[in-house]
């Protein structure tokens, strides 16, 4: 299972490059969507490698990313609980939603969720 979850890391740990590249000053409207689907798909891979991290430490029956994020601050593996609560409420926004102001919003948005998800790769490789 040690591999696996290196992987799963070493994954997380390549998504979110691309998404700190993404995260540009003055981007197109093309790049500003880009840069939303990079945050979505690091969303995916954040609470799925930190599902598999607690599930190491035998916490089982996690199947939706609230249940996870709540496991990991009770287990001290996240401090801030709200802003993982924000995180999942905006990208399920922006995944069945779509408008150009929340785009713009969210967008102004994502390096603070950038910011969040660098700190839990950065908690995972401990």
Partial sequence: MTNYSD???ATFEQAL???KEA????PSQLERDGAI????????LAWKTLKRHLEKSGLMDLNSP???FLAAYAEGVINDENIWAT??????ASVHTYNQKLADSL??????YYEAMHGLLQKLKE
Wanted: hydrophobic fraction near 40%; aromatic fraction near 16%; include cysteine.
């Fill in 37 to 44: 689907q990079r945050f979505e798909y690091c969303f995916d």
């Fill in 7 to 9: 992987s799963k890391i």
């Fill in 17 to 19: 490059k691309t998404f």
């Fill in 107 to 112: 967008f102004g948005e994502l390096p603070l």
């Fill in 66 to 68: 609230r249940s996870v």
């Fill in 23 to 26: 995260l540009l000053e003055n």
């Fill in 87 to 92: 995180i999942i409420l905006r990208c399920n």
